[in-house]
């Protein structure tokens, strides 16, 4: 089945240290691919997105995520974590290329420890 | 980037009344939005397709005569859930996708809480 899967329900990691979110996702084709944070009760901000070419995308705050085909996975990635960044954060795919509604998966919530 | 807005942000109806949340493309042209739910700490499902000047498009299991959408012009989409009950409680967020930017990107609105007591 088609299918947006984000393994990792709940994470926390120390401010200053790496963190990376996991995406797979279960499509015929490559889909658009989307890495979105929303803080409580806000929508949702787009961190980086994925079309073609180049397989790491650099996003918005300090953020970059890496499109493995054979894997069929789109990670998050941070090298450093500041306090702020805790929120839930969700990876999406427009599956078709098409200019079609978003799927998200299920999200993944990200707590910062100092 | 492109804006989309929504309105009200928040808002809190008797059971049984009808509430209408818009959405709305502030810069550029929508011929196709979308509605979304997501209930606490959880995912957004997506709801329905909304496309302007024809009847909207609803995902398996939702009600088309609760909650009604109209997409009457290319820069706003309404959402009205009717005769509300508290099961309808839920945090409503609408997206839309700018064709003249290449449609590679979805920008989203702020969302609506809704609360029905």
């Known amino acids: 089945a088609q299918s947006v899967t984000q393994p990792d329900i709940h994470i926390t990691v120390s401010e200053g240290a790496s963190l990376e979110l996991r995406c797979n996702y279960s499509?015929?084709?490559?889909?658009?691919l989307f890495w979105y944070v929303q803080s409580p009760g806000q929508g949702l901000q787009l961190l980086l997105k994925y079309f073609s070419g180049d397989t790491l995308v650099q996003g918005i705050k300090g953020f970059e995520a890496e499109f493995k085909r054979s894997q069929s996975s789109f990670n998050l990635r941070k090298p450093s974590v500041h306090w702020s960044d805790a929120a839930e954060y969700f990876c999406?795919?427009?599956?078709?290329?098409?200019?079609?509604?978003?799927?998200f998966g299920k999200g993944t919530t990200l707590s910062v420890s100092s | 980037g492109a804006v989309v807005s929504q309105h009200p942000s928040w808002v809190i109806c008797k059971s049984g009344t009808s509430v209408k949340i818009e959405c709305r493309s502030l810069d550029f042209q929508a011929t196709t939005m979308f509605w979304y739910r997501q209930f606490p700490k959880q995912s957004l499902m997506l709801m329905a397709t909304?496309?302007?000047?024809?009847?909207?498009?609803?995902e398996q299991g939702v009600e088309k005569d609760k909650f009604l959408i109209n997409h009457a012009s290319l820069t706003l989409s309404t959402l009205t859930v009717t005769s509300a009950h508290p099961e309808d409680s839920s945090f409503y967020i609408c997206?839309?996708?700018?064709?003249?930017?290449?449609?590679?990107?979805?920008?989203f609105g702020q969302g609506t809480r809704l609360t029905v007591v």
């Open positions: 499509y015929g084709a490559t889909p658009y």
């Open positions: 909304s496309n302007e000047g024809s009847k909207a498009t609803y």
């Open positions: 999406a795919v427009d599956p078709n290329q098409a200019g079609t509604a978003l799927i």
């Open positions: 997206s839309a996708r700018d064709w003249s930017r290449g449609n590679t990107e979805a920008f």
